[in-house]
């Protein structure tokens, strides 16, 4: 059982008013808030041992080195990577996804196949179809039912021999469902094809395991499980990151540099070109440490709880749907109310203090399937409570009688 006015303690921004209103933040899909251990660490850093890494040999540089190292070390733990160095520091899950595809530029062949699913954010989709235009792949993309739920019989036939990559999320950042991942890995290695795993939203409420899922990449961002904005982390398996080429090129990512020709850098580095966010790098590690000390058991728990509890009481409100209705979902509620636009909606509500975000998402497929210009989404956190989810049904119902 999680004391969550003791967790909601640790985050200072919680306690503020936003419009003269107390703060009801349910953006979390967006990004999550940071708490005081977190936002300490950063300060400690830039206090006490900041430094460039891998270069000096003065004693901050080798503080700071190790510092980083060890967060490295702490994400392989994590996520249970087999090695640290297929532990990639990233700024984001844009950035992860852009690098493997910028590798793949030299491995597809016109005629090749990339299957994608019709749940991806525009990161899962845009990087991939400018690879494709690149080299002459063909993009396929898994469809998926009225549910929000991929249509998995239909990813089954779309594999052949053709398909050199399959890429889906974790989670979907837009309706909240979760995908069987493991079953669309297992089908497409059946294949040969490669498979990367967009786990941005699965990472605050979950602790995925690299090795058990087999997934030859796993991208996440920092920012939404606690840590600084301008991180994030590609898993790699060792086998793809050493066939892949680097993704940019500059200091730190070479063995050997002359004008006749450049030798790169072992793993990780060869993938690390330039000055990495230090200080978020360290600091993804401390928010590592703060979830696992939350507990990832305890926050699927609760979440489920506030999940079932907005599903209900929102469902209360006549003429709202929900968008993502399946069995498997993380606790992100997406819906709309009859003949009145999503954007009105948390234009209201934002001014009795409760954020949630509107619009499409990054995920405009998924709002062309339901014929819809957006929705307005209320992604929850463990250190949100049932009495903030009826603030928001309140305002819900105030900007209904506002609208109509
Ligand atoms: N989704 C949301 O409000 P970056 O921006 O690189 O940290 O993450 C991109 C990204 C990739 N995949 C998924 C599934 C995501 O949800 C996101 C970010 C935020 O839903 C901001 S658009």
């Known amino acids: 059982m999680l004391d969550i006015q003791k967790i909601r303690a640790d985050f200072p921004i919680l306690s503020q008013t936003v419009n003269g209103k107390p703060l009801v933040y349910f953006d979390n899909g967006a990004t999550s808030q940071k708490p005081q251990i977190v936002i300490d660490a950063e300060v400690k850093y830039y206090q006490e041992i900041n430094a460039n890494i891998h270069r000096g040999v003065h004693t901050l540089s080798q503080l700071a080195t190790d510092a980083y190292e060890i967060s490295r070390g702490k994400v392989k733990e994590h996520i249970n990577a087999k090695f640290a160095h297929e ?41 991939w179809q400018m690879l494709c235009e690149k080299t002459g792949a063909l993009l396929k993309v898994i469809p998926m039912n009225e549910n929000g739920e991929l ?116 793993l990780p580095h060869k993938f690390e070109a330039g000055t990495p966010n230090i200080a978020g790098g360290i600091v993804l590690g401390t928010a590592i440490d703060y979830l696992n000390s939350v507990g990832f058991e305890n926050i699927h728990e609760y979440e489920t709880e506030l999940l079932d509890y907005a599903t209900k009481r929102l469902s209360e409100i ?27 909606v948390g234009s209201i509500i934002d001014k009795l203090g409760i954020a949630v975000r509107t619009g499409h998402h990054c995920a405009q497929p998924i709002m062309n399937f339901f014929c819809i210009p957006g929705t307005i989404r209320a992604s929850f956190s463990f250190y949100n409570t049932k009495e903030e989810i009826d603030q928001m049904v309140d305002a819900v119902k105030k900007a209904q009688i506002m609208l109509s």
């Open 87 to 127: 532990v990639l520091f990233t700024s984001g899950t844009t950035h992860g996804i852009n690098l493997v595809t910028n590798g793949f530029a030299s491995i597809l062949k016109p005629g090749d196949e990339v299957i994608v699913s019709s749940l991806e954010h525009h990161s899962n989709i845009v990087p």
């Open 151 to 266: 249509i998995i019989e239909a990813f089954d036939a779309l594999l052949s021999e053709k398909t050199k990559v399959v890429t889906v999320n974790h989670i979907s950042n837009a309706l909240g469902v979760i995908n069987p991942i493991k079953y669309i890995i297992d089908k497409a290695h059946a294949v040969g094809a490669a498979v990367l795993i967009d786990g941005a939203q699965a990472v605050p409420h979950l602790k995925p395991n690299v090795q058990e899922l087999d997934c030859d990449f796993y991208a996440f961002s920092g920012h939404k499980m606690c840590g600084p904005t301008g991180t994030g982390i590609l898993y790699g398996k060792e086998e793809w990151l050493n066939k892949l080429p680097p993704y940019q090129g500059g200091g730190e990512m070479i063995k050997e540099v002359t004008f006749e020709k450049t030798t790169y850098a072992d």
């Open 318 to 344: 006549e003429g709202l749907r929900i968008y993502g209705t399946g069995k498997n979902k993380a606790s992100v509620i997406s819906f709309n109310i009859d003949g009145i636009h999503p954007y009105d």
